[in-house]
């Protein structure tokens, strides 16, 4: 084990803070209980930040390490706020099965300002929120997993085939959202 490996997984281990390793075509993600110059035995946690294991590793195995980026960091953030992330999911009302359409739902989203996903028949599926919408497209404000501005994007309504109103990755960038913007008020 090199100096700055020992280094990072000691720091790991201090601030209590999450790492992920990539083990394999695998991504661990856990907390450092303790580790020598040959083993890492780390407790684990899902995407999610929900326990999992207590896992040994050799330290041969791991080709890398990932302390305090980005992804990590949200996994860190999800462990924090489980009640909301994971929470009963709300959904739309006021919509009776003959008016449960995709327009209906887009159009719902723009009143309540819902941040939503829309799965497209494209690769590009996008989280945010609905600014305008016509018979024939919607506008919408969006947002990347991170809960980072990602521009504006135009989409026929006919290539959206699924509305997802609310799930974990929704409401994470909801909170992160809220969570900002309460910061840049203070």
């Known amino acids: 084990m090199g100096a700055l490996l020992t ?22 993600l856990g907390y450092v209980l303790s580790h020598n110059p040959d083993m890492l035995l780390v407790r684990t946690v899902t995407r999610q930040g929900v326990p999992s294991t ?16 980005k992804y990590v960091r949200l996994i860190e953030f999800k462990e924090q706020h489980p009640e909301i992330i994971f929470g009963a999911v709300p959904a739309p009302e006021g919509l009776g099965q003959q008016y449960l359409t ?33 018979e024939d497209e919607v506008l919408l404000e969006t947002y990347n997993d991170y809960g980072e501005p ?16 609310s799930d974990e990755d929704t409401r994470t960038i909801e909170l992160l959202l809220r969570q900002r913007g309460a910061a840049a008020q203070e």
């Open 54 to 69: 207590v896992r040994s590793l050799h330290l041969h195995e791991v080709a890398q390490v990932y302390f305090d980026d």
């Open 7 to 28: 280094d990072l997984l000691q720091r790991a281990q201090r601030s209590r803070r999450l790492v992920a390793l990539k083990v394999g075509s695998d991504l661990l």
């Open 150 to 165: 990602d521009g504006q994007v135009v989409l026929q309504i006919d290539d959206v085939s699924s509305v997802v109103w």
């Open 102 to 134: 995709v327009p209906a739902l887009l159009q719902r989203a723009l009143e309540l300002r819902q941040l939503v996903q829309l799965l497209t028949s494209a690769d590009n599926d996008p989280y945010g929120y609905v600014l305008r919408l016509t």
